[in-house]
């Protein structure tokens, strides 16, 4: 069973700055991994995918791989109050489970 | 594009009751997973179904079980209900399978008392 670590935070930003999320993950040969939103009484929402090493950027979301030190970390520029959610952390697994979750980080972004 | 599906949003059964949950999923996506999402925990997989047949399952007793029609709405039902069980149940929808992109439903919010 693959496992996903996310520190739970809460992680408090001030509006405008970078907000910084990161998730580790056990297993070297995984080879997509994804960031889910979910605000509070919601539902997750996909809102990256990165499936290389490096950066992949999308507005103002920046998703980065590293899979020699097997983590990857979500950049969230100019945050804004609406920003404030948990962020879920996924890997697809191999074995009996599809996708495995991260408990997730409560992002607040502060007005 | 209609979203996912979840019926009912809500409800209230006390222990050693069963329930029974529905998934429409996106038109035209075939795999249809659950998840059971509990504040300690996180999001647990239940399992998935893939042209109705299950394709994953994950580790919760067999109280839990569930099935896929032909049109690719998915049901699961809880018997014997224990406190436990207290939970949101979230479905997901994918073109292909649930290694990756998955779009959910806005959950079915089962309190168990």
């Known amino acids: 069973q693959k496992e996903v670590e996310q520190n739970s935070g809460p992680l408090s930003v001030p509006e405008g700055a970078i907000a910084s999320l990161n998730c580790t993950y056990s297993?070297?040969?995984?080879?997509?991994f994804f960031w889910y939103r979910q605000y509070s009484g919601k539902s997750p929402e996909l809102i990256m995918s990165?499936?290389?090493?490096g950066d992949k950027e999308d507005g103002r979301f920046t998703a980065q791989l590293n899979k020699a030190s097997q983590y990857v970390s979500l950049l969230i520029r100019d945050s804004q109050p609406s920003d404030s959610a948990t962020y879920l952390c996924?890997?697809?697994?191999?074995?009996?489970?599809?996708?495995?979750f991260g408990k997730g980080t409560r992002l607040s972004v502060i007005a | 594009k209609a979203g996912v599906t979840q019926t009912p949003r809500y409800l209230i059964k006390t222990r050693g009751q069963q329930v029974t949950l529905s998934c429409s999923p996106i038109?035209?996506?075939?795999?249809v997973s659950w998840y059971q999402q509990t504040p300690g925990q996180g999001l647990q997989f239940l399992f998935e179904y893939f042209s109705e047949t299950q394709r994953n399952k994950g580790n919760f007793p067999g109280r839990f079980s569930g099935r896929q029609f032909s049109n690719s709405r998915s049901e699961m039902n809880v018997s014997t209900l224990e406190l436990g069980d207290s939970a949101l149940y979230l479905c997901a929808s994918s073109f292909q399978g649930s290694t990756g992109e998955l779009f959910f439903g806005e959950g079915s919010r089962l309190t168990v008392l």
């Open positions: 297993d070297r040969g995984s080879q997509s």
């Open positions: 990165i499936y290389s090493n």
């Open positions: 038109s035209g996506h075939r795999s």
């Open positions: 996924a890997v697809p697994n191999s074995g009996n489970t599809p996708l495995v």
